[in-house]
Antibody
Framework: EVQLVESGGGLVQPGGSLRLSCAAS????????MSWVRQAPGKGLEWVAN????????YYVDSVKGRFTISRDNAKNSLYLQMNSLRAEDTALYYC??????WGQGTLVIVSS | DIQMTQSPSTLSASVGDRVTITCRAS??????LAWYQQKPGKAPKLLIY???SLESGVPSRFSGSGSGTEFTLTISSLQPDDFATYYC??????FGQGTRLEIK
C-alpha cells in the first residue's frame, strides 16, 4: 500500500522557519518526481515546488523562490521542504505528492504572531 | 511558466445532468493532465490521469478528453456524491483554480 506521511507542521511566527518532512512507502520513491502542494484555508490547490527523481532539478512557484528549498533523500525514501522567512500568506495545509497518483493527507502550517 | 485556466469557476446543476468542465493550458502540456475531485477537509481524489484514463475505482460516468492545451472533464449523469470541487493539474506542477459544482 502506498503511503505518504507528512510531518513537521505547526505554529510559527512571521519570519520564522519550519522544515516539513514526507515519509514515503509502498512504491519506488527514487523513480518518481515529487512535489509539495498547499491549500490555504478556503482556497484552491497551489503547487509549491517539485524535484526530479535524482534531485538534479528543482522548481518553485514564484511566491516561494528564495525562501523555500525542496530536497529529497532517496536512501531514506523521504522528501523535505525547508521553509524560511515565513509569511502569513504561507499559512496552509501542505501536501506531499507524486502526482497524479500518490498524495499524503497533509500537515498544517500556521504563520501567526 | 504554464498557466492553467479552468471554467466555469462555479457550476450549478441537478442530479442526472450532464456537465462539462474545461481546462486550458497557456502552452502545450502534451498528455500530462489530471483531474481531481476534492471535498471539504479531504485530500484531492484522482479521477482521471493522462487526459482520459480513468483511475481505478472511479465511476465510468466520469470521463476526460482533449489534447495539447484544451481539456475537458465530463460527468455524464450527476449523482449526489459528485457535488464537490474539481481541479485540473499538469503533472507535478500548476493547478487550475478549481470549479465548484453545486446543487441547483
Amino acid at each position: 500500500e502506498v503511503q505518504l506521511v507528512e510531518s513537521g507542521g505547526g505554529l510559527v511566527q512571521p519570519g520564522g522557519s519550519l522544515r516539513l518532512s514526507c515519509a514515503a512507502s509502498g512504491f519506488t520513491f527514487s523513480s518518481y518526481w515529487m512535489s509539495w502542494v498547499r491549500q490555504a484555508p478556503g482556497k484552491g490547490l497551489e503547487w509549491v515546488a517539485n524535484i526530479k527523481e535524482d534531485g538534479s532539478e528543482k522548481y518553485y512557484v514564484d511566491s516561494v523562490k528564495g525562501r523555500f528549498t525542496i530536497s529529497r533523500d532517496n536512501a531514506k525514501n523521504s522528501l523535505y521542504l525547508q521553509m524560511n522567512s515565513l509569511r502569513a500568506e504561507d499559512t496552509a495545509l501542505y501536501y506531499c505528492a507524486s502526482s497524479p497518483h500518490y498524495w499524503g493527507q497533509g500537515t498544517l502550517v500556521i504563520v501567526s504572531s | 511558466d504554464i498557466q492553467m485556466t479552468q471554467s466555469p469557476s462555479t457550476l450549478s446543476a441537478s442530479v442526472g445532468d450532464r456537465v462539462t468542465i474545461t481546462c486550458r493550458a497557456s502552452q502545450s502540456i502534451s498528455s500530462w493532465l489530471a483531474w481531481y475531485q476534492q471535498k471539504p477537509g479531504k485530500a484531492p481524489k484522482l479521477l482521471i490521469y493522462k487526459v482520459s484514463s480513468l483511475e481505478s475505482g472511479v465511476p465510468s460516468r466520469f470521463s476526460g478528453s482533449g489534447s495539447g492545451t484544451e481539456f475537458t472533464l465530463t460527468i455524464s449523469s450527476l449523482q449526489p456524491d459528485d457535488f464537490a470541487t474539481y481541479y485540473c493539474q499538469q503533472y507535478n506542477t500548476y493547478f487550475g483554480q478549481g470549479t465548484r459544482l453545486e446543487i441547483k
